[in-house]
């Protein structure tokens, strides 16, 4: 292994930037901070090239380009790769390193053409790069097509609710519509609000369920979940109970509302202020179902309807979701769908299990070939 300077092997350099007025429905694909952000009439590129995102957030991103390209000055072109490299072994290489050694600026993170100087890598020779590439996209594919499982998985399971209770939006069975107001037995209550230094990392304390805890209807893992110290009468107050439904209050426009059912609780959890909790009447609703229906196009432009907006984030309040339409299907076909999704997501599970498997082995190889 030899290590050298990222710019000796390559031309890092910033290309001028389209307004966003310019960009077309069609053409040249327009790669910036965050892959492709449009189309253009020119490319600067006619090869494959690797960018790296330069400003914002998502500082030290890494995409690799199609070929007849335009990459704007939010990433960082790194042009003319010198020919005894592989430009997918870079890529893999940067993937691996951390960033935010050369990430400068407080309120606009930027990476520099001076910071990219800083940066050392490296690099072997060519045979035994291409080797390492072939094993890393091979597992990659994997990867990719577990993901895809995944996702028509989850197409089946919307395919299935349209099928048994019609498009929402249409309502063609004439199933009776309501207000969520009408449909609950405990009403939206907002979370705990805690400092960080009542968080706690020793295993004492109480799980709380955060947004970021809860993807597609499901939390994914109560037993990862952190920890804090809370009273008593704070624990009894905002406990969670199996079936509860707990929706996203405040995020940014598009993942506000998201929301997930409880169920398998492992111990005595809290969740937080950024969510509500509510619980719908079992006499006349399945958790499974409603779930469901809340994570619907059909509840979402309800929620933009009545979000109220503000820069980079938007929040609904209780009295925006108890006036929420929703409908009332007979509950022995809830139940059968209820029935269906848990044989579905058996399959998930499983599914699941072996991308994460497959996922750390590729975690294990990155680590071993640029760690």
Known sequence: MEKVKLSDICNPKQWKTIPTGDLLDE???????????????KYNHENPVIA??????????????????YVTGNAMCLDD??????????????????????????????ITRQGMDKIFISICCHDEQCEIVDRLKKIENVINFRKQEIELLDKLIKARFVEMFGDPY?????????????????????????????????GSGIP??????????????????KRLKCSETERQRYLLLEDDIVINRVNSIEYLGKCAHIKDLL?????????????FDPEYYNPVYICKLLCSQFIYDQIVNHAKKSVNQASINQKDVLDFNIYQPPLDLQNEFANFVHQVDKSKVAVQKALDETKLLFDSLMQKYFG
Not at 52 to 69: E, K, L
Not at 99 to 108: D, H, K, R
Not at 175 to 201: C, F, H, M, R
Request: hydrophobic share 35%; aromatic share 12%; charged share 20%.
């Open 208 to 225: 709380i369920l955060r947004i970021d805890g809860f993807y597609d209807g499901m939390v994914t893992d109560f037993a990862s979940l």
């Open 27 to 41: 053409g040249y694909p327009v790669y910036g901070a965050n892959g492709i952000i449009g189309y253009y009439s």
């Open 170 to 202: 249409v309502n063609p069975l004439k199933w009776e519509k309501l207000k969520i107001k009408d449909a609950v037995t405990i009403e939206p209550q907002n979370g705990l609000y805690k400092p960080q230094s009542d968080y706690v990392t020793d």
């Open 52 to 69: 790296v995102t330069c400003r914002g957030a998502t500082c030290g991103s890494i995409n690799i380009t199609v070929p007849n390209a």
């Open 267 to 279: 111990e005595d959890t809290v969740y937080e202020s950024n969510m509500m909790r509510m619980h």
């Open 81 to 110: 790769v010198r020919n005894d490299v592989d430009i997918n072994y870079l890529y893999y290489c940067l993937k691996h390193y951390d960033f935010n050694n050369v990430i400068s600026g407080s309120a606009q993170p930027q």
